[in-house]
């Protein structure tokens, strides 16, 4: 009979080893990798509204740059200097501009392309001011291209995630905002035109209070830089016609129009 019991442990031993419980302690396998977030192309406006939910994350910004040597801002619209601006609706860039970038900005075109990453929430810059700044690793300093409002509006895949420039009428309410190329009397649109979309957010109240008014709608011909992205038009530079705008705008050719 004891000879039987002790068999008995000696098999249920034996099957648990080959079950694998007398193997090594081995390590926990280590979950499964998540893929790397895709770098966002976007504007600047769009990450000032909602710095939370992009803090953080690697971005490549559309964004104007007001450097006077002393302060690095990336806000909109740039101001006349660093003591006009708005703190919570601007970045502080961490690193100084390469040369060759900052030159740019001397002659009229202060958009830049950064890659970095927007740190997370503290107290940066000229005296701590700004609750956020961005890191980047490289800076590209990009030229609009010059189109209508009429390629555009037949063509808005073929110039997605382009800096523009164009001309047009700015149509602003509330709640939208949309720049056409034909209106009639008061500001309305002629149903022969054509008609783009922009980011009403992004607009600056100045301007729009510089307009024309009829009911809830401002109106007035304006020239814009902006960057077009799905379907949308975030403007970085909007100025009244014969304002100022960068010199060095390029030519886009017409693009055959869409099927």
């Known amino acids: 009979m004891h000879i039987v019991f002790v068999w008995r442990i000696t098999f249920f031993a034996a099957m648990l080893c080959?079950?694998?419980?007398?193997?090594?302690?081995?390590?926990?396998?280590?979950?499964?990798?998540?893929?790397?977030a895709a770098n966002v192309v976007v504007a600047l406006p769009a990450v000032l509204a909602e710095p939370q939910r992009w803090s953080g994350q690697e971005l490549t910004l559309i964004t104007p740059v007001y450097?006077?040597?002393?302060?690095?801002?990336?806000?909109?619209?740039?101001?006349?200097?660093?003591?006009?601006?708005?703190?919570?609706?601007?970045?502080w860039l961490a690193q100084p501009l390469p040369n060759e970038v900052r030159?740019?900005?001397?002659?009229?075109?202060?958009?830049?392309?950064?890659?970095?990453?927007?740190?997370?929430?503290?107290?940066y810059g000229q005296e701590q001011r700004f609750a956020y700044q961005f890191v980047a690793d490289q800076a590209t300093g990009i030229a609009p291209e010059r189109t209508t409002i009429a390629n555009l509006a037949l063509n808005p895949r073929a110039l997605d995630q382009i800096l523009l420039r164009l001309d047009g009428t700015l149509l602003a309410r509330?709640?939208?905002?949309?720049?056409?190329?034909?209106v009639g009397a008061g500001g309305v649109p002629k149903a022969s035109g054509h008609q783009i979309k922009l980011a009403r957010d992004a607009l600056n109240p100045a301007l729009l209070q510089s307009l024309s008014e009829a009911g809830?709608?401002?109106w007035g011909k304006v020239e814009a830089i902006g960057?077009?992205?799905?379907?949308?038009?975030?403007?970085?530079?909007?100025?009244?016609?014969?304002?100022?705008?960068?010199?060095?705008?390029?030519?886009?050719?017409d693009a055959s129009p869409a099927p």
């Open 174 to 182: 509330p709640d939208a905002a949309l720049l056409v190329d034909e």
């Open 103 to 123: 030159q740019r900005l001397t002659v009229g075109n202060s958009i830049v392309k950064l890659r970095g990453v927007l740190s997370p929430p503290g107290a």
């Open 67 to 91: 450097d006077d040597g002393e302060n690095r801002l990336l806000t909109v619209p740039l101001p006349a200097n660093a003591a006009n601006v708005d703190e919570t609706k601007a970045f």
């Open 216 to 218: 809830n709608v401002r």
């Open 227 to 253: 960057w077009w992205q799905n379907g949308t038009l975030t403007p970085l530079v909007i100025n009244q016609s014969g304002g100022s705008a960068p010199p060095d705008a390029e030519s886009t050719p």
């Open 18 to 36: 080959l079950l694998g419980a007398c193997a090594p302690n081995q390590p926990a396998p280590l979950p499964a990798a998540s893929p790397p």
